[in-house]
C-alpha cells in the first residue's frame, strides 16, 4: 500500500504531526494475490501496465516489505529487475560483477571460478573494464543477465529486462532458459512479450489493476489478456467470473471500431481528403477488435471510407512494418483484383481484407491508406501512418519476418 498525497506539503504536515487528518488516500499496487510456484515451473506473469507485476516480483526478492501478507522462498534467488538495478554505475563492469557476487554471500573465489563464464556470455569486449553508466542498455543487460545465470541460483527473476537485447543476444539467453528448465530449476518470467510468454512458459498469472485476475495454460491466458486490452474495466477473479466478463465487453462492442482497441494516437496523416478513412479494426478469427494475433490465426483488416466526393476507381490498402520502419508486407484492392463499386460523395463503403498471419512473432505497426486516380493522375487521398500495432504471438521461430510453413522430409540413403 502505498500513500498519495494532493500535494508535497501534506506530507510535511503528517511528518512533522502538525495534523491529526489524514491527508493522503491510500493505493494499493497490490490486492488479495495468493500463488504458489513449485519447484522447475517456469510461470510467466503477465497484464497491463499498472497491474503490479513489477512490484510482486519486487517483494518477492526482497526489494520491497509487503505492508500486508507474507511471501515464502525457498532457494537462491537471482533476480533480474529494472535496468541497472543492483549496480553502481561508477563502477566498472567488472568491478560490478564482484559487487553483485559479494552481495549474494559468494567468495572472492567463488566470483573468480565462474568469472570466465559471466565474461563469455556477456560478450562485450575491453568494456568489461569501463563504467557501467557508459554502457548502453544493450551492453548493461548483457553484463546484468550473464551474472544473473551464473551464480548458481536455483529461482531466476527476471522483469522486461530482455526486451533491450539485440535478437542473438535474447536467443541466447532463451536457450539458457532451457537449459534451466531441465535442471529443475524455477523461473518466474515478466513480459508483454505474448509469444515467449506462450513458447517458454509452464503456467501464467494474469494481473490486472493489482489484482490475480487469473492463472492458467499459456494460450488461455495470452488470450484472456488479449480481450481485456479490448476493455479495461475491472474484472472478477476466477476463471468463469473472467471469461463472463471479457465476453460481456466483447458482445458490447459498439460505436467507433477504434474506441474498442489500441491506437496510436500520434498517428501521422496526410492527403487531399477527397475520401477519408474514418474508421479501421483489426478482428480475429473469433470476431473480437484486438491487437494480438496469434501466427497462423485467420483475422480480418476492415476499413471505413467517407467518400467527400465522386471518385472513379479508389484503391484501399494497408501495410505492416516492423518498430523501424521497414515494410513487410501489405496488399489493395487493386493487387487483389477487389471489386470497388463506384462510390459518390457523401457515401461510407467498408472494406474488409481476410488473411491467415503468417508473420513471425513480434510487433508491428499497421498502416492504412485510400488512394485512386483523377484526371489520369494517381493521388494520394488519405493516408494513416502506424494508425496501430499488432502483436503476433507464435510458439514457433523463423528466420526473419515471415514463416515459409515449410515441411521437412528426411530420408536416408542406403535403407
Not at 502538525?18 to 513449485?38: G, M, Q, S
Not at 529494472?82 to 559487487?99: I, K, Q, R, T
Not at 543487460?141 to 533491450?164: G, Q
Not at 505497426?365 to 485512386?372: D, P
Request: glycine letters at 8%; hydrophobic letters at 35%.
Amino acid at each position: 500500500m502505498y500513500k498519495l498525497y494532493e500535494k508535497p506539503s501534506d506530507r510535511l504536515k503528517e511528518s512533522l504531526g502538525l495534523t491529526r487528518k489524514k491527508c493522503y488516500r491510500e493505493h494499493y499496487a497490490l490486492h488479495d494475490i495468493n500463488f504458489e510456484v513449485e519447484q522447475g515451473e517456469t510461470v510467466g506473469i503477465i497484464g497491463t501496465n499498472g497491474s503490479g507485476k513489477s512490484t510482486i516480483l519486487k517483494i518477492i526478492t526482497g526489494v520491497l516489505n509487503p505492508t500486508a501478507g507474507e511471501v515464502v522462498v525457498d532457494g537462491r534467488i537471482s533476480a533480474l529487475l529494472e535496468l541497472g538495478a543492483g549496480f553502481n554505475p561508477e563502477y566498472s563492469g567488472l568491478e560490478n560483477v564482484y559487487l553483485n557476487g559479494t552481495m549474494i554471500g559468494f567468495s572472492k573465489e567463488e566470483i573468480e571460478q565462474r568469472l570466465d563464464d559471466i565474461l563469455s556470455f556477456a560478450d562485450i569486449g575491453d568494456f568489461i573494464h569501463q563504467p557501467v553508466k557508459m554502457y548502453s542498455s544493450g551492453m548493461f543487460v548483457r553484463l546484468a543477465f550473464a551474472v544473473a545465470i551464473n551464480i548458481e541460483p536455483e529461482i531466476l527473476i527476471v522483469d522486461e529486462a530482455l526486451s533491450v537485447g539485440d535478437v542473438f543476444f535474447q536467443a541466447k539467453c532463451y536457450h539458457k532458459f532451457e537449459e534451466f528448465k531441465k535442471q529443475g530449476k524455477t523461473i518466474l518470467f515478466v513480459s508483454h512479450d505474448l509469444s515467449s510468454v506462450s513458447k517458454y512458459c509452464d503456467r501464467v498469472i494474469l494481473l490486472n489493476k493489482g489484482q490475480k485476475l487469473d492463472e492458467g495454460e499459456p494460450k488461455e491466458m495470452v488470450d484472456l489478456y488479449k480481450q481485456l486490452l479490448v476493455k479495461q474495466d475491472p474484472v472478477k477473479q476466477g476463471t468463469q467470473g473472467a471469461e463472463a466478463e471479457v465476453q460481456a465487453q466483447s458482445q458490447t462492442q459498439t460505436g467507433s471500431w477504434q474506441s474498442s482497441f489500441q491506437t496510436n494516437p500520434n498517428t501521422l496523416e496526410y492527403g487531399e481528403k477527397q475520401a477519408e478513412i474514418v474508421d479501421f479494426v483489426v478482428e480475429d478469427a473469433r470476431g473480437r477488435y484486438t491487437n494480438t494475433i496469434e501466427k497462423g490465426e485467420r483475422f480480418k483488416i476492415k476499413m471505413k471510407i467517407h467518400f467527400n466526393e465522386d471518385i472513379q476507381e479508389p484503391i484501399m490498402a494497408f501495410t505492416f512494418k516492423n518498430i523501424r520502419g521497414t515494410e513487410i508486407t501489405g496488399t489493395n484492392t487493386m493487387y487483389e483484383k477487389a471489386v470497388v463499386p463506384h462510390p459518390e460523395a457523401g457515401k461510407e463503403c467498408i472494406v474488409t481484407f481476410q488473411q491467415k498471419m503468417d508473420l513471425q512473432g513480434g510487433e508491428y505497426l499497421l498502416s492504412f491508406g485510400c488512394t485512386g486516380y483523377k484526371e489520369g493522375e494517381f493521388r494520394v487521398f488519405h493516408r494513416l501512418y502506424d494508425a496501430c500495432n499488432v502483436t503476433v504471438i507464435s510458439a514457433k521461430n523463423t528466420v526473419g519476418f515471415y514463416d515459409m510453413n515449410s515441411k521437412v522430409t528426411i530420408e536416408q540413403e542406403g535403407e
